[in-house]
């Protein structure tokens, strides 16, 4: 009988300390999912709290894909779903969710919030957010209260033989986008939509001896992207009524690669072709749209485009139509068209690189003699491969954003493609010298004229407070 006793309170004991230490790793994991987090926005540390995923999604690298979740705003929230109906669907899609409780700040507005959109993907890219380390660099998004994402939403099956680099890749991949829109919205919203500066590409590895995904789906590479350039942009387009996407960039391939097939490696450094890249650009705006309308977004659409996603976006906004250019891709029929476009320094049409030698297009005075032929002989050709030759009566009203001192080729392209415009009566407007060198806008009144001509544009609801 003592035996029995003494092993019965053994047992007895052994639960009770069990019950005890699974108490307490779950209270100091509660614990551990909440803190104080410094606004730049408010002024002061405002409450966050992370929530996992049971199902998490990662990244190539193992870390996790993550969406901060911006709430409680002093800005009217468009999707009608409660916060808690928003964050258990992210996390019913793998999502990890960092809440960001703003309690009703009144700085928390929209142009005051694009400074916390700016700090937060800083700090995602310095690898320490809130305590976490292991946030993807590549897939996380600064969600607005309402707002849902539809992430990797095919656009377009590149063709292995543009760029023929690397070698091993036969089989075309296909392109993405991402788009970020209220769920069951009050009223419907207009989309802007952008391409990537940063390229997603097919990899070989060579220690593997095999493609890797290592390098798809890097439209929202952090240190090349959002938190390179501090764009906020995109991400705080919600402020002012709008969606947004983000679509990988035409050229599926490493920047500075890319051949014409047996023709000598790395053509292509620094700049894309076409067909190819207007084919993917209109498939992009027709997969918009086609989603928009199960979204209960409006079909308008406005193109924002910095850098190499300016280069990209500015096929858009042309009227001319060319049957291989407007039947490749997805959604033929539906319209390609865009109703407005801000865009940055890029490349309009290749036959300007030669007006001052060695003004920073180095790259393309060099190469592109290489795949296009001698410019004197081939100047039709090299017209087709510049956005402005798709202008041809009309465009969509421009705004073109530039500092001077970046470098001087990029000024003259806009100088000429707003010529062209402006000849054909086309609204256009500039933003000059809002910052230094190749940069984003970034200040409040910078950002507002942005935010503004989209407004005008696309028609956005009145929901600011």
Same mark, same amino acid.
């Given at each position: 009988?003592?035996? +029995?006793?003494?092993?019965?309170?053994?047992?007895?004991?052994?639960?009770?300390?069990?019950?005890?230490?699974?108490?307490?790793?779950?209270?100091?994991?509660?614990?551990?999912?909440?803190?104080?987090?410094?606004?730049?926005?408010? =002024?002061?540390?405002?409450?966050?709290?992370?929530?996992?995923?049971?199902?998490?999604?990662?990244?190539?690298?193992?870390?996790?894909?993550?969406?901060?979740?911006?709430?409680?705003?002093?800005?009217?929230?468009?999707? +009608?779903?409660?916060?808690?109906?928003?964050?258990?669907?992210?996390?019913?899609?793998?999502?990890?969710? %960092?809440?960001?409780?703003?309690?009703?700040?009144?700085?928390?507005?929209?142009?005051?919030?694009?400074?916390?959109? %700016? @700090?937060?993907?800083?700090?995602?890219?310095?690898?320490?957010?809130?305590?976490?380390?292991?946030?993807?660099?590549?897939?996380?998004?600064? !969600?607005?209260?309402?707002?849902?994402?539809?992430?990797?939403?095919?656009?377009?099956?590149?063709?292995?033989?543009?760029?023929?680099?690397?070698?091993?890749?036969?089989?075309?991949?296909?392109?993405?986008?991402?788009?970020?829109?209220?769920?069951?919205?009050?009223?419907?919203?207009?989309?802007?939509?952008?391409?990537?500066?940063?390229?997603?590409?097919?990899?070989? #590895?060579?220690?593997? =001896?095999? !493609?890797? #995904?290592?390098?798809?789906?890097? +439209? !929202?590479?952090?240190?090349?992207?959002?938190?390179?350039?501090?764009?906020?942009?995109?991400?705080?387009?919600?402020?002012?009524?709008? $969606?947004?996407?983000?679509? /990988?960039?035409?050229?599926?391939?490493?920047?500075?690669?890319?051949?014409?097939?047996?023709?000598?490696?790395?053509?292509?450094?620094?700049?894309?072709?076409?067909?190819?890249?207007?084919?993917?650009?209109?498939?992009?705006? +027709?997969?918009?749209?086609?989603?928009?309308?199960?979204?209960?977004?409006?079909?308008?659409?406005?193109?924002?485009?910095?850098?190499?996603?300016?280069?990209?976006?500015?096929?858009?906004? =042309?009227?001319?139509?060319? /049957?291989?250019?407007?039947?490749?891709?997805?959604?033929?029929?539906?319209? $390609?068209?865009?109703?407005?476009?801000?865009?940055?320094?890029?490349?309009?049409?290749?036959?300007?690189?030669?007006?001052?030698? /060695?003004?920073?297009?180095?790259?393309?005075?060099?190469?592109?003699?290489?795949?296009?032929?001698?410019?004197?002989?081939?100047?039709?050709?090299?017209?087709?491969?510049?956005?402005?030759?798709?202008?041809?009566?009309?465009?969509?009203?421009?705004?073109?954003?530039?500092?001077? /001192?970046?470098?001087?080729?990029?000024?003259?392209?806009?100088?000429?493609?707003?010529?062209?415009?402006?000849? !054909?009566?086309?609204?256009?407007?500039?933003? %000059?010298?809002?910052?230094?060198?190749?940069?984003?806008?970034?200040? @409040?009144?910078?950002?507002?004229?942005?935010?503004?001509?989209?407004?005008?544009?696309?028609?956005?609801?009145?929901?600011?407070?």
């Amino acid at each position: 009988m003592k035996y +029995r006793s003494t092993l019965f309170t053994k047992q007895f004991f052994q639960k009770i300390i069990f019950s005890l230490s699974l108490f307490l790793l779950i209270f100091s994991k509660s614990i551990a999912a909440t803190g104080k987090w410094k606004s730049q926005t408010t =002024g002061n540390t405002i409450t966050y709290k992370t929530t996992e995923s049971k199902n998490p999604l990662t990244d190539y690298s193992g870390n996790y894909v993550t969406v901060v979740y911006l709430e409680n705003l002093s800005i009217k929230k468009i999707g +009608r779903y409660s916060n808690k109906k928003n964050v258990n669907w992210l996390l019913s899609q793998g999502y990890r969710v %960092i809440e960001l409780n703003y309690k009703k700040d009144t700085n928390a507005k929209a142009l005051k919030i694009n400074e916390d959109i %700016i @700090a937060i993907n800083d700090s995602i890219a310095a690898g320490n957010f809130c305590g976490l380390k292991n946030c993807s660099l590549s897939k996380s998004y600064v !969600l607005f209260e309402g707002y849902r994402i539809a992430r990797n939403v095919s656009y377009f099956i590149d063709n292995p033989k543009i760029y023929n680099t690397p070698e091993q890749y036969t089989i075309g991949d296909s392109l993405h986008m991402d788009i970020v829109y209220p769920a069951n919205p009050k009223v419907k919203v207009p989309t802007i939509l952008s391409f990537s500066y940063s390229n997603s590409y097919a990899f070989f #590895d060579d220690k593997k =001896g095999m !493609l890797t #995904d290592a390098f798809k789906d890097q +439209r !929202l590479y952090l240190p090349y992207s959002f938190a390179g350039f501090n764009d906020s942009v995109l991400e705080g387009a919600p402020a002012h009524g709008m $969606a947004w996407a983000i679509a /990988d960039h035409p050229k599926y391939c490493q920047w500075g690669k890319g051949k014409p097939e047996n023709g000598p490696n790395d053509a292509y450094k620094s700049f894309e072709t076409n067909p190819d890249a207007a084919q993917k650009v209109k498939s992009a705006i +027709r997969t918009l749209r086609f989603f928009a309308n199960k979204m209960k977004l409006t079909n308008r659409v406005g193109i924002f485009g910095f850098s190499r996603g300016s280069t990209a976006g500015s096929m858009a906004i =042309g009227d001319k139509k060319i /049957d291989e250019i407007e039947n490749a891709g997805f959604h033929i029929g539906v319209s $390609a068209d865009v109703q407005a476009a801000a865009l940055g320094p890029g490349v309009f049409d290749y036959t300007l690189i030669y007006n001052t030698m /060695d003004d920073g297009d180095k790259n393309l005075e060099q190469r592109c003699p290489w795949v296009w032929g001698n410019l004197e002989e081939n100047r039709s050709l090299w017209e087709t491969m510049g956005s402005s030759f798709l202008v041809e009566k009309s465009a969509a009203p421009t705004l073109f954003f530039y500092n001077t /001192d970046d470098d001087h080729y990029y000024a003259d392209q806009i100088k000429h493609f707003k010529n062209k415009l402006d000849s !054909l009566a086309v609204p256009t407007s500039t933003l %000059i010298n809002y910052g230094k060198g190749h940069a984003i806008p970034q200040t @409040a009144s910078s950002l507002k004229t942005l935010y503004d001509f989209f407004k005008n544009h696309l028609k956005t609801p009145q929901i600011n407070r």
